[in-house]
């Protein structure tokens, strides 16, 4: 009767007979091949899509890439006044949160490689507006500004302060650097001009 007690029923045996079957290992690596070209497909097509916006947004006037800001800004604002107070802070801590961890993973040159493709990205935008363009900039700006203010947390305050002077501190920090290597530069020239002088 001990012995009874514990014995394995013979279903139990099958199933981990069935499992170590070559048919069964063969079923199991189809199953992961298959999940594995379908996630492959799926990056494949949001790799094209991207491909084909940054196509559509190299082609595009300055008149349809400000509309399409226009209307991607009027997209995001009608999904946020349709949020919650609760869902609309859940979407603002996330989007914290995923902000942090790429700029975390970003080496010091990388941030900075960044901050300057994105000022030439600016200023090759700004460099093909209108003077009226630019106006209309300025005061897009200002609005949002203004309305990022007035509904920012006390929290995302101090945040965007503490950002802004990190901003400001990596500026001077860079205009520092630039103005010791133009010292550095004009004192090698001068000592070079002096020894040429008295060897003549």
Do not use: G, W
């Amino acid at each position: 009767d001990e012995t009874r007690s514990f014995q394995v029923p013979s279903t139990v045996i099958m199933t981990t007979n069935e499992i170590t079957t070559p048919r069964t290992k063969r079923r199991l690596q189809l199953a992961e091949t298959c999940t594995s070209v379908e996630s492959t497909i799926v990056e494949q097509k949001r790799m094209q899509a991207r491909e084909r916006m940054a196509a559509k947004r190299a082609a595009a006037t300055p008149e349809e890439a400000e509309r399409q800001r226009i209307l991607a800004r009027e997209r995001s604002a009608a999904r946020r006044a349709a949020l919650t107070q609760e869902k609309a802070e859940k979407q603002r801590t996330l989007a914290r949160d995923r902000s942090a961890t790429r700029r975390a993973l970003l080496t010091p040159e990388e941030v900075e490689q960044r901050r300057a493709t994105i000022r030439e990205i600016h200023a090759a935008r700004r460099a093909a507006l209108t003077p009226k363009e630019v106006e209309q900039q300025r005061a897009l700006a200002v609005d949002r500004s203004m309305a990022k203010r007035a509904t920012a947390t006390p929290i995302e305050a101090e945040e965007q302060r503490v950002l802004a002077r990190e901003r400001s501190a990596t500026r001077r920090a860079a205009r520092v650097s630039d103005e010791a290597k133009q010292q550095q530069t004009v004192a090698y020239k001068t000592t070079r001009l002096q020894k040429t002088v008295k060897q003549k």
